[in-house]
């Protein structure tokens, strides 16, 4: 348990009221006055040690949502690793999403590029696909990476935390892969990706289950169930469907209504 300065402070000024009642009964008031001062400065310790911020849940999340990823280099590494590909199965993801040569998508949360760089390839030279992010530094390596591969279909668009400045009906899928969790006001957010999609569009949401155990990734804590996100997803008004082929991950896909 943590405490506050004001109950601190009740709790120091409580200590001197017991010394002063002590003193007023007792004969031996003076020795007493003389432990008076080590008391209260014991109890000022006690105060500021209590009073040390709560460590975070885990190194990389503290016990808020909204979380930044500005150091690129260590991020990028994270999640461009060969490793990840086993149980991430990302061709596997993008061959059950069913995508057309042509079609636009926004990758939100899009970090180092890791999926937005496949669906690229996924939708061809007529296609368009969209990084968006918060991060400047995650944008520009998405933007190098893509120019040094050819792949001009890939664009950048720089977001707020709080809307991915996407324009109304421009885009065929939205995704968003192991970030919906750090969005604070979900069901804001989603209505801007749903206000997003063309006729027939779609809201895809990749992100770990709660009881899955991971060795990186979010805490527990703040992991939702693939439930939470497609009743958040209906409450919008799309119609979802589950999908379970992942080893530590679902997919939840809300679809626009005709
Ligand atoms: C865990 S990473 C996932 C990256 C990528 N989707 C992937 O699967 O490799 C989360 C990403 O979401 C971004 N992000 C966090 N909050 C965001 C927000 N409110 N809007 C857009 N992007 C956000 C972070 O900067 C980071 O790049």
Avoid at 169 to 188: E, K, Q, Y
Wanted: glycine share 6%; charged share 25%; hydrophobic share 40%.
């Amino acid at each position: 348990m943590r405490w506050g300065r004001v109950e601190l402070l009740g709790l120091i000024h409580l200590g001197e009221l017991c010394l002063s009642i002590q003193e007023g009964r007792e004969a031996a008031c003076k020795k007493l006055a003389c432990m008076k001062l080590p008391i209260t400065l014991f109890l000022l310790l006690a105060a500021s040690l209590m009073a040390q911020p709560a460590p975070e849940a885990s190194p990389n999340h503290s016990r808020q949502h909204s979380h930044r990823f500005g150091d690129t280099e260590r991020w990028v590494k994270a999640w461009e690793s060969p490793e990840r590909d086993a149980q991430q199965q990302p061709d596997e993801v993008i061959r059950r999403l069913e995508i057309k040569s042509g079609q636009v998508v926004a990758d939100i949360g899009a970090g180092s590029g890791y999926f937005a760089r496949r669906f690229a390839t996924a939708v061809g030279p007529t296609g368009e696909v969209l990084a968006v992010d918060i991060e400047p530094g995650l944008l520009e390596y998405i933007r190098h990476r893509a120019e040094q591969e050819g792949q001009a279909n890939l664009t950048t668009v720089l977001a707020s935390e709080t809307d991915p400045k996407l324009a109304p009906r421009s885009v065929d899928l939205v995704f968003v892969c192991n970030t919906i969790h750090h969005f604070d006001d979900r069901p804001a957010y989603i209505q801007l990706m749903k206000s997003a999609l063309r006729p027939g569009g779609r809201v895809v949401v990749v992100d770990y289950r709660p009881e899955a155990v991971l060795e990186h990734g979010p805490p527990a804590w703040m992991r939702l169930p693939a439930a939470t996100i497609s009743s958040e997803l209906e409450s919008a008004g799309l119609a979802t469907e589950i999908l379970e082929f992942l080893p530590v991950q679902y997919v939840v896909i809300g679809k626009l209504r005709p």
